[in-house]
Protein backbone atom coordinates (compact mmCIF):
# COMPACT_ATOMS: atom_id res chain seq x y z
CA UNK A 1 0.00 0.00 0.00
CA UNK A 2 1.14 3.59 -0.35
CA UNK A 3 1.85 6.34 2.28
CA UNK A 4 0.50 8.98 0.09
CA UNK A 5 -3.22 9.18 -0.07
CA UNK A 6 -4.73 7.59 -2.84
CA UNK A 7 -5.49 9.95 -6.36
CA UNK A 8 -8.38 7.37 -7.01
CA UNK A 9 -9.90 7.53 -3.67
CA UNK A 10 -10.26 11.55 -3.48
CA UNK A 11 -13.24 12.93 -4.60
CA UNK A 12 -13.97 13.09 -8.55
CA UNK A 13 -13.73 15.86 -10.54
CA UNK A 14 -17.17 16.41 -11.27
CA UNK A 15 -16.10 17.66 -14.41
CA UNK A 16 -14.40 14.53 -15.66
CA UNK A 17 -17.00 11.80 -14.01
CA UNK A 18 -19.22 10.52 -16.91
CA UNK A 19 -20.94 8.12 -14.64
CA UNK A 20 -20.89 6.90 -11.37
CA UNK A 21 -22.97 2.98 -9.27
CA UNK A 22 -22.33 1.94 -5.97
CA UNK A 23 -19.83 -0.05 -7.35
CA UNK A 24 -17.66 1.95 -10.13
CA UNK A 25 -17.50 5.08 -11.83
CA UNK A 26 -16.44 6.04 -15.46
CA UNK A 27 -14.32 8.85 -16.30
CA UNK A 28 -12.71 11.10 -18.92
CA UNK A 29 -9.00 11.34 -19.09
CA UNK A 30 -8.20 14.58 -20.08
CA UNK A 31 -5.18 13.90 -22.80
CA UNK A 32 -4.25 15.57 -25.49
CA UNK A 33 -2.96 12.83 -27.46
CA UNK A 34 -5.47 10.04 -27.03
CA UNK A 35 -9.29 12.34 -27.12
CA UNK A 36 -12.02 9.91 -26.08
CA UNK A 37 -9.32 8.56 -23.31
CA UNK A 38 -11.55 7.13 -20.76
CA UNK A 39 -11.32 5.30 -17.19
CA UNK A 40 -13.02 2.50 -15.68
CA UNK A 41 -12.44 2.98 -11.59
CA UNK A 42 -13.75 0.50 -8.95
CA UNK A 43 -15.04 2.79 -6.18
CA UNK A 44 -13.99 0.71 -2.92
CA UNK A 45 -9.61 0.80 -2.73
CA UNK A 46 -8.43 -2.41 -3.75
CA UNK A 47 -6.06 -3.32 -5.48
CA UNK A 48 -6.25 -6.70 -7.53
CA UNK A 49 -8.72 -7.98 -9.55
CA UNK A 50 -9.20 -11.40 -7.28
CA UNK A 51 -9.75 -8.97 -4.73
CA UNK A 52 -13.18 -8.65 -5.97
CA UNK A 53 -15.60 -11.69 -5.85
CA UNK A 54 -16.73 -13.67 -9.05
CA UNK A 55 -19.84 -11.28 -9.77
CA UNK A 56 -17.93 -7.83 -8.48
CA UNK A 57 -15.72 -8.92 -11.48
CA UNK A 58 -17.92 -9.46 -14.21
CA UNK A 59 -19.45 -6.18 -13.17
CA UNK A 60 -16.56 -4.68 -13.23
CA UNK A 61 -15.47 -6.68 -17.08
CA UNK A 62 -19.02 -6.00 -18.45
CA UNK A 63 -18.65 -2.08 -17.56
CA UNK A 64 -15.23 -2.14 -19.41
CA UNK A 65 -16.08 -3.77 -22.12
CA UNK A 66 -19.43 -1.54 -22.82
CA UNK A 67 -17.08 1.57 -22.68
CA UNK A 68 -15.11 -0.27 -25.62
CA UNK A 69 -18.50 -1.07 -27.39
CA UNK A 70 -19.61 2.47 -27.27
CA UNK A 71 -16.26 3.68 -28.22
CA UNK A 72 -16.32 2.00 -30.94
CA UNK A 73 -19.50 3.07 -32.27
CA UNK A 74 -19.01 6.53 -31.45
CA UNK A 75 -15.36 7.25 -32.04
CA UNK A 76 -14.41 4.64 -34.77
CA UNK A 77 -10.96 4.06 -33.20
CA UNK A 78 -8.62 1.73 -35.51
CA UNK A 79 -7.88 0.11 -32.23
CA UNK A 80 -8.94 0.27 -28.71
CA UNK A 81 -6.26 -0.61 -25.86
CA UNK A 82 -7.15 -1.79 -22.81
CA UNK A 83 -4.84 -1.65 -19.56
CA UNK A 84 -5.37 -2.69 -16.10
CA UNK A 85 -1.93 -2.07 -14.28
CA UNK A 86 -1.90 0.07 -10.45
CA UNK A 87 1.85 -0.04 -10.19
CA UNK A 88 1.87 3.72 -9.50
CA UNK A 89 -1.29 3.78 -8.49
CA UNK A 90 -2.37 0.39 -6.37
CA UNK A 91 -6.03 1.33 -6.78
CA UNK A 92 -7.97 -1.18 -9.30
CA UNK A 93 -8.51 0.53 -12.60
CA UNK A 94 -8.92 -0.27 -15.94
CA UNK A 95 -7.84 2.32 -19.19
CA UNK A 96 -9.67 2.10 -22.44
CA UNK A 97 -7.73 4.10 -24.99
CA UNK A 98 -8.55 5.22 -28.20
CA UNK A 99 -6.19 4.68 -31.11
CA UNK A 100 -5.28 6.04 -34.60
CA UNK A 101 -2.90 5.52 -37.67
CA UNK A 102 -2.90 9.64 -36.80
CA UNK A 103 -2.53 9.52 -33.20
CA UNK A 104 1.12 10.84 -31.60
CA UNK A 105 2.17 7.76 -30.69
CA UNK A 106 0.95 5.17 -33.10
CA UNK A 107 1.55 2.22 -33.48
CA UNK A 108 3.55 2.18 -30.36
CA UNK A 109 1.93 1.83 -26.99
CA UNK A 110 0.88 4.96 -25.29
CA UNK A 111 3.35 4.60 -22.55
CA UNK A 112 6.70 5.37 -25.20
CA UNK A 113 7.58 8.37 -26.68
CA UNK A 114 5.50 10.02 -29.22
CA UNK A 115 7.05 9.41 -32.69
CA UNK A 116 8.62 11.85 -35.13
CA UNK A 117 5.47 13.50 -37.28
CA UNK A 118 6.43 15.63 -40.07
CA UNK A 119 4.52 18.87 -40.34
CA UNK A 120 1.89 17.84 -42.60
CA UNK A 121 1.12 14.68 -40.61
CA UNK A 122 0.97 17.50 -37.37
CA UNK A 123 -1.37 18.93 -39.19
CA UNK A 124 -3.57 16.08 -40.01
CA UNK A 125 -3.41 15.62 -36.40
CA UNK A 126 -4.74 18.68 -35.21
CA UNK A 127 -7.61 18.68 -37.32
CA UNK A 128 -9.04 15.07 -36.53
CA UNK A 129 -8.21 15.66 -32.89
CA UNK A 130 -10.87 18.66 -33.51
CA UNK A 131 -12.91 16.36 -35.42
CA UNK A 132 -12.62 13.57 -31.98
CA UNK A 133 -13.15 16.23 -29.94
CA UNK A 134 -16.09 17.27 -30.76
CA UNK A 135 -17.74 13.87 -30.83
CA UNK A 136 -16.88 13.57 -27.04
CA UNK A 137 -20.31 14.75 -25.63
CA UNK A 138 -22.52 12.39 -27.73
CA UNK A 139 -19.73 9.57 -26.72
CA UNK A 140 -20.29 10.67 -22.87
CA UNK A 141 -24.05 10.79 -23.61
CA UNK A 142 -24.17 7.31 -24.97
CA UNK A 143 -21.58 5.60 -22.09
CA UNK A 144 -24.45 7.47 -19.96
CA UNK A 145 -27.09 5.69 -21.80
CA UNK A 146 -25.32 2.20 -21.88
CA UNK A 147 -23.59 1.84 -19.04
CA UNK A 148 -27.27 2.81 -17.04
CA UNK A 149 -28.37 -0.77 -17.99
CA UNK A 150 -25.62 -2.57 -15.86
Known amino acids: MQNAPCPLCQPADGLNEIWRNAQLRVIHVPDAGFPGYTRVIWNQHITEMTDLDAPQRQHLMDAVWLVETVMRNELAPLKV ?21 LDTHFPDAVWAAPRQRSPEQQLAWQGFHEQQEGLLPAYHAALRTALGTL
Not at 88 to 94: D, I, K
Open 81 to 101: NLAQFGNQVPHLHWHVIPRWP
